[in-house]
């Protein structure tokens, strides 16, 4: 039978990497702060991209917390992944005032399929090991890879120089 305790390495790699990567962002975001805090939408997706790498960060804390049930340990994911989707719902809702030239800028951090996708997984195996079955342990592999892999992606876009619809980002690393 396989219990959280034979997460440990999981969670304590999961972890690891989680914290890694949010320091990434916050190194990427601040190479462009002054053209990121000045954009609604770009701040927005920072913050989205802070929840993918939260999310997997408290998973691994409450997978490595001793000696605790399995109800316990679900409802910590559930409330992990129901806590996320309504910080990722405000994120979002931030970006739907913005004006063309704005979306497209931000199009290219707009992850919902996989945000949701990692949420749903979270909660999932939450429910699942709720009701006292280890098997929703396995749904918090493909949830955290789905979230760290869209979140390095979203960091990638951060460290380039963002620009709007019809600026050439060669002429503004010129200026």
């Known amino acids: 039978m396989n219990t959280p305790a034979d997460w440990v390495g999981f969670a304590e790699m999961t972890g690891s990497a989680s914290g890694a990567l949010t320091g990434l962002l916050f190194v990427a975001v601040s190479l ?81 399929s996989a945000s949701l996708f990692v949420l749903v997984l979270f909660v999932s195996s939450g429910a699942t090991l709720a009701s006292g079955a280890d098997a929703g342990l396995y749904l918090l592999l493909p949830a955290s890879v789905v979230s760290l892999i869209s979140g390095v992606l979203n960091a990638w876009y951060f460290l380039l120089v963002p620009t709007t619809a019809g600026q050439d980002s060669t002429s503004d690393r010129r200026r």
């Open 32 to 112: 462009n702060a002054t053209r990121i805090a000045g954009h609604q939408g770009l701040r927005a997706s920072a913050a989205q991209t802070l929840v993918l790498f939260l999310v997997p960060l408290a998973m691994a804390m409450a997978l490595l917390t001793p000696g605790q049930a399995h109800w316990a340990l679900g409802g910590e994911l559930i409330a992990t992944g129901l806590v996320a989707s309504l910080v990722l719902r405000s994120t979002a809702s931030k970006k739907h005032g913005l004006g063309e030239d704005d979306r497209q800028l931000i199009s290219r951090f707009n992850r919902r």
